[in-house]
């Protein structure tokens, strides 16, 4: 009191306040400072974790709360220490768990633990809080109620029980640990190594969000409800080889820092979505018996999934690999999916099995490095590989073939070309049958699949910015990816459409040329494209079957040689026959008839649509010379030397010819003549002639060197020989052209388009 006086007589009352705020200011200045100072302590305030005591864990124990319809042991936000120097407190720990989990009397409601959001200090030794039984029938009996025994006996669970007998006791039996109750680590941290070998979750795991700091191990563990380690993080070495997982397992941006090994595990459906593995994953020889989701996943170190067994659909989607990625004597039942995946040394799929409707989706693939490269066996990785759409593909296609002719895998790299001309055939279809979001009416538009409203938004934005692909669409608020999927294939995005000058100085002229015009060439062209491409297919699988080649140049040869045949020797029947015998009829139709068979034969096993082969093949060689025959033998032929052959031979000499600048007509010099003579009608094998002459001007090649004569020829006759010679050139270039692509090194022509 006397201080405040004094205080009162040196100071005013207004100066003694702001010295008493300034002390005050002071203070929380000190405070703030302290906090700073020591933020651990400020953290694992805020967390709300407390030590567990013997004494809350007995009442916790003795008071099961029930959460999500289960009853657990409730030991949340605590911080647990087992450690080696904690021994009293361990032995309790594991001894008042394990009998609250595990009561001695059978009874159908479970126990669970939840330790969510707590610190665990120390090893956890899984064995200890569970039952552990060896594997006898008498003693699952004696232990288990009616249900548990049903889960732990079912044929899924892979539980193999013994008969207690006296040759039981001579040998060891092998234990298991049941854990009967739901466990609960949900965002816990656990600071030591994790020991749950052998131990069996009858109602599953929940580790979302969880720390395990040390090593894991749940090695021929099994799960038999959901497993959910979502966004849990191991961050040392974790071991879950030969584990069982009976119920889907969650694994969705779980973050493997160390060394995982899933070696011999078995999951019903498992999703890694998102998950990080940065150190060797090993997933050698595991069994997928449901749906499997890795999308998105990040591998940064080796990957090996060899000598699996992948029973359904897999999909790797948008997923990152930084090393090798083995599927080695793999079996694929169902397709896997590599979309949008992102590539940087090398994938391996030597030895797999696919099932025969099997596919490996490569859409928007990428090689994101000169050393990325698909590895397979010869003949069979190609015929896997498959691409839904040219667009946003084109890199890709070349990509694969180019890794294809390095390895000198030259069918599979065909493949992959024949995939790209397939692609592009559908491309060109739409562009021409297509309706252009860009030029279609309101009609066209809702004729493709959309509704009024939409099409009425794709005018709307189309006049602000034409549309440039197909996906644009899908910006659209009234336009969902089920509109999407249904218009695909009937809308096109790519015809371009220049803005309209809207300068009425400009004329009319430029309009119509710009929006009519333009369009119409550019359909021209694009169908006449479309028209190569359907061709080449056809005829040779776009340069990549020989096989399908031969087998069309064998049924033309045959085919003209029969025309000629019947050109040459059916003449007239008044007043004087001239005919072909008939043991020389039926050796030509016979012959035709095998040389037909073959090559038939070599078309449809080349071919993937083999009647529409034929059906192109005919256009080129029935039409027009079916035309010349008929005109031929309805105006009648009335000429000189009517009684001889068509047909001259160099009777100077017989040999093997390549005859590729021979023309098909005898030039018209005298001494020139003297070389050549008819060939003889009077021969059993005079039929063979013909098919010499046929081969001669298709293939440029023949055993003699056969022509027409220049005196007395019906210009029908010439011209049909004119126009299997043209043919003939044309097959020439198909042949050299497919030859270069299915022969290793063999260059010529392969860059013809």
Not at 46 to 58: D, K, N, R, V
Not at 172 to 198: A, L
Not at 219 to 243: G, L, M, Q, R, W
Not at 450 to 458: G, H, M, P, V
Request: hydrophobic share 40%; glycine share 6%; charged share 20%.
């Amino acid at each position: 009191m006397k201080n405040n006086l004094c205080l009162n007589n040196i100071f005013s009352s207004t100066q003694f306040r702001a010295i008493r705020q300034g002390i005050k200011v002071g203070i929380l200045t000190l405070m703030t400072f302290l906090v700073l100072c020591f933020p651990v302590r400020a953290e694992s305030s805020s967390t709300g974790q407390i030590p567990l005591t013997l004494e809350i864990l007995q009442e916790k124990v003795k008071n099961p709360v029930k959460q999500d319809g289960f009853y657990f042991i409730d030991l949340q936000n605590f911080i647990i220490d087992l450690q080696p120097e904690q021994v009293e407190f361990s032995q309790q720990f594991y001894q008042q768990i394990q009998a609250a989990l595990n009561p001695s009397e059978k009874s159908e409601d479970t126990v669970g633990l939840n330790l969510s959001n707590s610190l665990i200090k120390g090893d956890f030794i899984g064995s200890k809080i569970g039952v552990r039984v060896p594997l006898l029938k008498e003693t699952f009996l004696s232990v288990f109620s009616a249900d548990e025994l049903k889960i732990l006996t079912s044929e899924q669970s892979q539980l193999s029980l013994r008969n207690q007998s006296p040759e039981n006791t001579a040998v060891t039996i092998p234990k298991i640990t049941v854990i009967r109750g739901r466990f609960k680590c949900k965002d816990t941290e656990f600071q030591g190594n994790i020991d749950f070998k052998k131990a069996f979750f009858i109602r599953g795991l929940d580790a979302q969000e969880a720390i395990f700091s040390q090593k894991t191990n749940l090695n021929e563990t099994i799960f038999n409800e959901v497993a959910n380690f979502n966004n849990a993080i191991f961050k040392d070495k974790s071991n879950f080889s030969y584990a069982i997982f009976l119920s889907p397992a969650k694994f969705n941006k779980t973050n493997f820092q160390g060394f995982i090994n899933f070696e011999d595990s078995h999951f019903n459906e498992v999703s890694f979505n998102q998950a990080h593995f940065q150190e060797f994953a090993n997933f050698k020889s595991i069994t997928f018996d449901g749906e499997t989701d890795f999308s998105e996943s990040w591998w940064q170190g080796r990957t090996v999934f060899s000598k699996s067994n992948l029973s359904h659909s897999i999909s790797f989607q948008q997923a990152i690999f930084e090393e090798s990625v083995d599927f080695r004597d793999t079996r694929f039942n169902q397709g896997l999916s590599l979309r949008e995946a992102s590539l940087q040394s090398a994938i391996d799929f030597s030895d797999a099995g696919f099932g025969r409707l099997t596919k490996i989706n490569f859409s928007d693939f990428m090689f994101d490095s000169n050393s990325a490269q698909i590895m397979g066996d010869p003949g069979i990785i190609g015929t896997v590989i498959s691409v839904k759409t040219l667009q946003g593909n084109e890199n890709l296609l070349r990509n694969l073939i180019q890794n294809f002719r390095q390895q000198e895998q030259i069918e599979d790299a065909n493949k992959i070309e024949y995939l790209r001309a397939q692609l592009m055939l559908k491309q060109f279809k739409r562009n021409i049958f297509g309706v252009d979001l860009n030029t279609a009416s309101m009609s066209r538009l809702i004729y493709a699949g959309f509704t009024r409203e939409q099409a009425n938004e794709i005018l709307n934005l189309r006049i602000k910015q034409p549309f440039r692909n197909l996906t644009e669409i899908l910006k659209l608020d009234k336009i969902d990816l089920a509109t999407y999927i249904k218009v695909y294939d009937r809308v096109v995005a790519n015809r371009y459409q220049g803005e309209q000058d809207k300068d009425t100085k400009t004329g009319w002229k430029k309009v119509v040329f710009d929006n009519y015009i333009i369009p119409l060439f550019n359909s021209i062209n694009t169908a006449l494209h479309w028209l190569e491409l359907s061709v080449l297919l056809l005829l040779s699988g776009y340069g990549t079957r020989f096989e399908l080649v031969a087998g069309v140049g064998i049924v033309a040869i045959a085919y003209f040689g029969l025309v000629f045949w019947f050109v040459d020797r059916v003449r007239r029947q008044h007043p004087t026959p001239i005919l072909p015998t008939s043991s020389e009829t039926i050796w030509m139709l016979t012959s035709y008839g095998i040389l037909t068979s073959i090559g038939l034969t070599q078309i449809f096993r080349g071919s993937s649509h083999p009647i529409l082969t034929l059906l192109c093949l005919a256009v080129f060689i029935v039409p027009i010379p079916g035309f010349l025959v008929g005109f031929l033998y309805y105006r009648g032929r009335h000429h000189n030397l009517l009684d001889s052959s068509y047909l001259t031979e160099d009777a100077s000499q017989r040999q093997l010819r390549l005859m590729i600048g021979r023309l098909p007509l005898m030039p018209r010099f005298i001494f020139f003549r003297d070389r050549y003579m008819p060939i003889l009608w009077d021969r059993g094998w005079s039929w063979l002639n013909y098919y010499d002459f046929s081969l001669n001007n298709f293939l440029k090649f023949g055993f003699n060197d056969l022509r027409l004569r220049d005196e007395h020829l019906p210009g029908i006759i010439a011209n049909l020989v004119w126009y299997q010679w043209s043919l003939g050139v044309l097959y020439l270039i198909l042949i050299f052209w497919t030859l270069s692509r299915t022969i290793p090194g063999l260059n010529l022509l392969i860059y013809l388009k």
